[in-house]
């Protein structure tokens, strides 16, 4: 890995590297095609399909915040999650853990049904479970930690340690935490997948995807699939994505401050059951969190009271959280993963992967988090979740007057702030 420190990397990578006019940002290459130097003697790049510089330049940093040797870019995170399905063949298994991203879950499924794969799901969180793996032999075990929605964590060494007993590949969904947080490489993890349309770009305005290998000859394998099946990023995303990255280590320590807060104060709530984030000391697997990732990360999940009503009711009050699928970016998210992001996974595998009616996910943004908290806070107190009675959803206002009256007792002090 590079001596470099990420932030440094994030920032530096590609800078001044432009031989031609001495541009200090990497220029934006269009063009489709590239002439050769002469008969059979092609340069660098020939097709735009096959290689791009913009492309290239996000891969190799990418590849090198993970610690990894090769980088490929997609054109998005389905993609890149496809693209590592492509070193399956019809006999071989693939174990997935049973609350993976249900856009994922759904893929995965859908090729075992056209036969192209061997499906093996399974809770990854139990180590009895881990046992099971050995006796399957399979050709890849995926994880996905913190998993998409409900922040539970898979202890990547021990994954990887069955791995190795068995002959298997590791591929792992980093997209919640990013390479700021956690690199599952320096666990012994073979492909790293990103959808790069979250924390990466960071800005809401690019979809796309990444895999990275731990070595060349994976790297090699997965780049001559990318090109075959046609799933390589856009010029401009990269570029796009590239700029977003610049600043990803600042917005990281933001969003995972204002997420601590916003989920300290969602635990001291009357009208919360319960909230899923590994930095709470609450949550079951708060010390492997501490162990395997560099911070919490700015995703909160929570159960509201009551039923689909009042979690309807709350979401189109909020007016600092925009009722959207997706995260990551700088504004504050939130969605109904039941409905919205995991409404591709049938009832049943929905509910045992612990996706019910009343969970709601946060995306926390880096806005002042006071703001979020006084926006979570008056919608709390108008809806009343759990209390039976919860007005038909609306997008109705409580003006700033009544809103004083509603405060609750959390207060904002510097501890809620003061993270790793
Ligand atoms: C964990 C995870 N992996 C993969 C994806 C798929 O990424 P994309 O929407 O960029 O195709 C998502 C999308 O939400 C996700 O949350």
Same mark, same amino acid.
């Given at each position: 890995?590079?001596?470099?420190?990420?932030?440094?990397? $994030?920032?530096?990578?590609?800078?001044?590297?432009?031989?031609?006019?001495?541009?200090?940002?990497?220029?934006?290459?269009?063009?489709?095609? =590239?002439?050769?130097?002469?008969?059979?003697?092609?340069?660098?790049? %020939? =097709?735009?399909?096959?290689?791009?510089?913009?492309?290239?330049?996000?891969?190799?940093?990418?590849?090198?915040?993970?610690?990894?040797?090769?980088?490929?870019?997609?054109?998005?995170?389905?993609?890149?999650?496809?693209?590592?399905?492509?070193?399956?063949?019809?006999?071989?298994?693939?174990?997935?853990?049973?609350?993976?991203?249900?856009?994922?879950?759904?893929?995965?499924?859908?090729?075992?049904?056209?036969?192209?794969?061997?499906?093996? !799901?399974?809770?990854?969180?139990?180590?009895?479970?881990?046992?099971?793996?050995?006796?399957?032999?399979?050709?890849?075990?995926?994880?996905?930690?913190?998993?998409?929605? #409900?922040?539970?964590?898979?202890? #990547?060494?021990?994954?990887? $340690?069955?791995?190795?007993?068995?002959?298997?590949?590791?591929?792992?969904?980093?997209? /919640?935490?990013?390479?700021?947080?956690?690199?599952?490489?320096? /666990?012994?993890?073979?492909?790293?997948?990103?959808?790069?349309?979250?924390?990466?770009?960071?800005?809401?305005? !690019?979809?796309?995807?990444?895999? #990275?290998?731990?070595?060349?000859?994976?790297?090699?394998?997965?780049?001559?699939? $990318?090109?075959?099946?046609?799933?390589?990023?856009?010029?401009?995303?990269?570029?796009?994505?590239? *700029?977003?990255? *610049?600043?990803?280590?600042? *917005?990281?320590?933001?969003?995972?401050?204002?997420?601590?807060?916003?989920?300290?104060?969602?635990?001291?709530?009357?009208?919360?059951?319960?909230?899923?984030?590994? &930095?709470?000391?609450?949550?079951?697997?708060?010390?492997?969190?501490?162990?395997?990732?560099?911070?919490? &990360?700015?995703?909160?999940?929570?159960?509201?009271?009551?039923?689909?009503?009042?979690?309807? $009711?709350?979401?189109?009050?909020?007016?600092?959280?925009?009722?959207?699928?997706?995260?990551? &970016?700088?504004?504050?998210?939130?969605?109904?993963?039941?409905?919205?992001?995991?409404?591709?996974?049938?009832?049943?595998?929905?509910?045992?992967?612990?996706?019910?009616?009343?969970?709601?996910?946060?995306?926390?943004?880096?806005?002042?988090?006071?703001?979020?908290?006084?926006?979570? %806070?008056?919608?709390?107190?108008?809806?009343?979740?759990?209390?039976?009675?919860?007005?038909?959803?609306?997008?109705?206002?409580?003006?700033?007057?009544?809103?004083?009256?509603?405060?609750?007792?959390?207060?904002?002090?510097?501890?809620?702030?003061?993270?790793?």
């Amino acid at each position: 890995m590079s001596q470099k420190n990420k932030a440094t990397i $994030a920032v530096r990578k590609g800078i001044d590297a432009d031989k031609h006019h001495g541009a200090v940002v990497p220029p934006l290459h269009l063009s489709t095609t =590239y002439s050769f130097a002469d008969f059979d003697t092609k340069r660098q790049y %020939d =097709y735009g399909r096959s290689g791009n510089p913009n492309r290239d330049i996000l891969a190799e940093t990418l590849a090198e915040l993970e610690g990894g040797a090769k980088g490929i870019i997609t054109a998005t995170g389905m993609a890149a999650v496809h693209l590592a399905t492509q070193l399956l063949n019809s006999n071989d298994t693939l174990v997935i853990p049973h609350d993976c991203y249900g856009g994922s879950y759904r893929l995965f499924t859908s090729l075992e049904k056209r036969g192209l794969l061997k499906l093996v !799901v399974l809770d990854l969180t139990k180590v009895e479970n881990h046992q099971k793996i050995l006796e399957l032999k399979p050709k890849l075990i995926w994880i996905e930690t913190p998993s998409n929605p #409900i922040l539970r964590l898979t202890d #990547i060494k021990a994954i990887t $340690a069955i791995a190795k007993q068995c002959g298997a590949l590791v591929g792992a969904d980093n997209t /919640f935490l990013s390479p700021a947080l956690q690199n599952p490489i320096e /666990f012994g993890v073979d492909i790293v997948v990103h959808s790069t349309t979250k924390y990466i770009n960071g800005h809401s305005d !690019v979809v796309g995807g990444a895999v #990275i290998a731990a070595n060349q000859t994976l790297g090699d394998e997965l780049a001559w699939w $990318a090109n075959n099946i046609g799933i390589t990023g856009a010029p401009f995303d990269s570029y796009l994505t590239l *700029r977003g990255l *610049r600043t990803l280590n600042v *917005r990281l320590r933001q969003h995972q401050e204002n997420a601590f807060v916003i989920a300290q104060y969602l635990e001291s709530s009357p009208y919360v059951s319960q909230v899923y984030y590994p &930095g709470l000391e609450s949550h079951p697997q708060h010390e492997l969190a501490k162990q395997q990732q560099r911070g919490f &990360g700015g995703m909160v999940s929570f159960d509201i009271k009551g039923d689909v009503n009042d979690a309807a $009711a709350f979401l189109t009050s909020l007016e600092e959280f925009s009722l959207a699928e997706s995260l990551g &970016g700088v504004e504050s998210l939130i969605c109904h993963p039941a409905t919205m992001t995991h409404a591709g996974m049938d009832a049943t595998a929905r509910l045992e992967a612990g996706v019910g009616d009343t969970l709601i996910r946060i995306s926390v943004g880096i806005e002042d988090v006071k703001d979020l908290v006084a926006d979570l %806070d008056r919608v709390f107190n108008k809806v009343k979740p759990g209390h039976g009675q919860s007005p038909v959803a609306s997008k109705k206002v409580v003006p700033q007057e009544q809103q004083s009256e509603h405060t609750s007792s959390f207060k904002l002090t510097p501890a809620h702030t003061a993270l790793w």
